[in-house]
């Protein structure tokens, strides 16, 4: 029996790996992300569609735990300092947010004709939103770092704080209220309070102590083990006194964020995060009880829309009220939508206290969970639809018979330190940039740098492209460089024209389109620290300079072979440090798949 059991229990975890595995690179090569892929493997897979698991909650509880790293590693990532710098954020437009949500959310279930404390406890659960949800697709969109993002992570912190307050306001709104007593109450704050000083003080005076000895020991393994225990330690200490485990989790991180075992901890995290996150997206897919849907689809369809519409409409006009552009205070919107994990808790203490029946509280549930669905559709549609803005041009100059001896095009990293010596020379510079931000900035350190475009003739004209002495590209972008080498050498051809290659190809680009000299943007400083490191290993100065420019001279003659064969026309003269048998090996597999091509392309011409 006991083997047939553990046969059960591995075959549902293989099941569970097989629905992520097959769903989420699908989900994420047609655009929908990897949250839809997991939500949608949960749902064929739970107990509603094919059935293979038939307590999806029970997963849900385990997989909170990938919340909770995740929760961790944003706190490695949080110094106290930057935390402190947060504080307008977390404690006002958290606030704000929150407050204003319960308010506009409880008016949802009242226009509904429920009673006021049901519609209060209903709107919110929905107010809390899904830490996880909006932490995932802020990672994937690449704007976690970003302003923007830091004040949603604000918000998100101060949710997590109001989670003791709203709990206690529900057992005190519940049935058996006139028996709480007002010590009891009291005596569950300053458990919490306690409970975070405590965490506190172990952070700052045990924790880098103790990484220290187990660090010194010398064993991997004991080290992953003693961050899963910090980590899953302050998460238990924080729920048993009241708190969420999340809060818990990230206040850890926080105390960790200076300590020198910051990134081999989050090293050591971030594969269970990974797991346990997509395990609890999973079981938030098993939980949609669509037989309760389908009983109750009209209300359960109202309470999405209502909830999801009016939440919105209070976090936009929030931002907007608090002077956060347009772009911004839709998109926050947009990804703040949803309900939240801890509405799964509410809602059951809800039920313990006599405010829901199991009806409403499946209703409601189902609600919370449709609307975790809808998130990355509506963010899909918000990218989609919403056009991008231009960047602002407000208050910037455009060149207009501007005069200088040399015009650089791109002024970032490479064009300033060009300018340097031009400058030093007594030389005019006439300087233009598309990054409207940067133009801005660049005044503070005492340039005038105009906004164009340098693939545009006008732009180069206005720029003084025509009296100048030498035209410049310091664009990083390869496809633009190029773009504007062919247009300066068509309408300027007497002009010398030099530029900066990202790479060797692009560099053999830029010659074909005409620049009078190139140079790769790493080439010189990787010759520069080629040499220092020849001295490092102990050769002679001269002796180090003569390589060098023996190397120099093996370029040259490689890159003019190039110039006319192609990039691997001089690749003869690369030294390297395979064997021959390997090299022979390479380029026989290179021949081989060039000749299948060929043989592809006749065989579609003749089909044709």
Known sequence: MAADANANDLAQVVVLLAAGVAAVPIFKKIGLGSVLGYLAAGLVVGPFCFGFFADPQAIIHVAELGVVMFLFIIGLEMQPSRLWGMRKDIFGLGAVQVIGAIAALTSIGLSFGFPLIPSFVAGTGFVMTSTAIVMQML??????????????????LFEDLAIVPLLAIVALLGTGAAAADASDRWLSVGIAIGAVAAL?????????PLFRVLASSGAREVMTAAALLVVLGSALAMQVSGLSMAMGAFLAGVL???SAFRHQLEADIEPFRGILLGLFFLGVGMAIDLSVIAANWQLVAASVAGYMVAKMLLIYVVARVLGTCHAESLERAVLMAQGGEFAFVLYA???????FDAQSNAILTATIIISMILTPLMVIAHDRLVPKKPPSTEGLTLPENVEGTVLIIGFGRFGQIVSQPLLARGYTL???????????DASEFGFKVYYGDGARIDILHAAGAGTAKAILICVDDKEAAVKIAEVVKEEFPLVPLLARAFDRGHALDLVH?????????TFESAVAFSRETL??????EDVADDVVEDFRDVDRERFALETVGGVYAGRQLVRGNAQPADIIAARTGRARAAAEEERHRREEEQAN
Not at 430 to 440: G, H, K, N, T, Y
């Open 139 to 156: 990672q994937e969109r690449g704007t976690m770092s970003t302003l923007k993002g830091q004040r949603i992570i604000a918000i998100l």
């Open 200 to 208: 506190v003080l172990a952070g700052r005076y045990l924790l880098n």
């Open 256 to 258: 960790l964020s200076e």
């Open 349 to 355: 203490a809800a039920v313990s206290a006599g405010i």
């Open 430 to 440: 006439s300087l233009i940039d598309r990054d409207a931000e940067f133009v801005r």
């Open 513 to 521: 389109a005409g620049v009078d000299f190139q140079i790769r943007e």
């Open 535 to 540: 001295k490092a290993l102990g050769e002679d």
